[in-house]
């Protein structure tokens, strides 16, 4: 399995970005898909989770309301809408993939893409 993350940059505070993760190799549809995130000197802390099967993506409560996950199956691809971004949403944010699972702490999981880098200016 093949995790291709991006979508970052620099974005002022109250902007959007949208952060994708494409998946290779193995049958997308029986992958439950994660983001984490990591900012400079701290954990990598949980952000998303998205069901294999689909469903109601879970949150962290920090970006609960204003982070949305979703997955496109046709495209082997999952999103992270990110709106209404604050300076303390800075960091290289990574998607991960678990076979028929989709927990909420890193150890859960597979397979790593590389990260990309959201940096937000106040």
């Known amino acids: 399995v093949q995790l291709q993350a991006s979508g970052g940059g620099l974005v002022q505070a109250g902007g959007s970005l949208r952060l994708s993760c494409e998946f290779s190799g193995r049958t997308f549809s029986m992958y439950g898909v994660g983001w984490f995130r990591q900012a400079p000197g701290k954990e990598r802390e949980f952000v998303a989770a998205?069901?294999?099967?689909?469903?109601?993506?879970y949150y962290a409560d920090s970006v609960k309301g204003r982070f949305t996950a979703s997955r496109d199956n046709a495209k082997n691809t999952v999103y992270l809408q990110m709106n209404s971004l604050k300076p303390e949403d800075t960091a290289i944010y990574y998607c991960?993939?678990?076979?028929?699972?989709?927990?909420?702490?890193?150890?859960?999981?597979?397979?790593w893409g590389q990260g990309t880098l959201v940096t937000v200016s106040s």
């Open positions: 991960a993939a678990a076979k028929l699972r989709d927990p909420q702490t890193s150890s859960g999981y597979d397979y």
């Open positions: 998205i069901h294999w099967g689909g469903g109601t993506p």
